[in-house]
C-alpha cells in the first residue's frame, strides 16, 4: 500500500522569506503522479502543484516549486518569497497513473505560520 | 462559475438521523470522488465513482451509501448517523488526464 509521510506538522516563516515542506513517500510503483494542496481556514482545497513521476525536471509554479527525488522518494514544496496569503495546511498526495478513477493518498498536513 | 459545489456546507443532526449531502460538477469530469477529513485534518479516501460506476468503496460502513444519478453528480447518504461520523466531507471530481482532482467546498457534518 502506498503511504505518504509529512514529518513536520507545523513551520513557521516570516514574510518574504523562504521555506521548505517535507514529503516522503512509499510505493512500489514506478509511474505516478504528486501534489500539493493548500488548505486555508476557508477549508477549500486548491492544488497548487503536480508532479509526473516519469518527469526529471522539478515543476515550479511562480513562488512554488518542488524538490523531486525519486529515488529517495521525496518530494519538498519550496515557498519563496512567502505571503500572508499562504498560512494554511499544506498536504502532500500520491496517485498512480493507471486506472481511472484512482484515489489521493495524503500525508497528515503540515500547518504552515506565516509572521510579519 | 462554481465547479465543484456541495450542499449544505454545514449540517448538525442527532445520532440516529439519516441525512444526504449532494455535490455537482460542472467541469465535464468522468469521476467523481467522497473524502472524509477527520478532526485531526487527516483526509482519506471514502469511494469513487466513474461514468456512474462504482469503483473505490473503502472500507467504508454500510451506512454510508453513494449515489450517482449521473456523471455529473454524487449524493452521499448516511443512515443512522454516529457520533463518530462528525468530520468535514469533501466532494471532488477529476479527468484520468490530466489527473488533478478537484474539490468541493466541504460539508461540516456534526453529530450530537
Known amino acids: 500500500a502506498q503511504t505518504v509521510t509529512q514529518s513536520q506538522p507545523e513551520m513557521s516563516v516570516q514574510e518574504a522569506e523562504t521555506v521548505t515542506l517535507s514529503c516522503t513517500y512509499d510505493?512500489?510503483?514506478?509511474?505516478?503522479?504528486l501534489f500539493w494542496y493548500k488548505q486555508p481556514p476557508s477549508r477549500q482545497m486548491i492544488l497548487v502543484i503536480r508532479q509526473e513521476a516519469y518527469k526529471q525536471q522539478n515543476a515550479t509554479e511562480n513562488r512554488f516549486s518542488v524538490n523531486f527525488q525519486k529515488a529517495a522518494k521525496s518530494f519538498s514544496l519550496k515557498i519563496s518569497d512567502s505571503q500572508l496569503g499562504d498560512a494554511a495546511m499544506y498536504f502532500c498526495a500520491y496517485r498512480i497513473i493507471t486506472g481511472t478513477a484512482s484515489k489521493l493518498t495524503f500525508g497528515t498536513g503540515t500547518r504552515l505560520q506565516v509572521t510579519l | 462559475d462554481t465547479a465543484v459545489s456541495q450542499t449544505p456546507k454545514y449540517l448538525v443532526t442527532q445520532m440516529g438521523n439519516d441525512k444526504s449531502i449532494k455535490c455537482e460538477q460542472n467541469l465535464g469530469h468522468d469521476t467523481m470522488y467522497w473524502y472524509k477529513q477527520d478532526s485531526k485534518k487527516f483526509l482519506k479516501i471514502m469511494f469513487s465513482?466513474?461514468?456512474?460506476?462504482?469503483?473505490i468503496n473503502e472500507t467504508v460502513p454500510n451506512r454510508f451509501s453513494p449515489k450517482s444519478p449521473d456523471k455529473a453528480h454524487l449524493n452521499l447518504h448516511i443512515n443512522s448517523l454516529e457520533l463518530g461520523d462528525s468530520a468535514v466531507y469533501f466532494c471532488?471530481?477529476?479527468?484520468?488526464?490530466?489527473?488533478?482532482?478537484?474539490f468541493g467546498p466541504g460539508t461540516r457534518l456534526t453529530v450530537t
Open positions: 465513482y466513474n461514468n456512474k460506476e462504482l469503483i
Open positions: 510505493t512500489s510503483e514506478s509511474d505516478y503522479y
Open positions: 471532488a471530481s477529476s479527468q484520468d488526464r490530466p489527473p488533478e482532482q478537484y
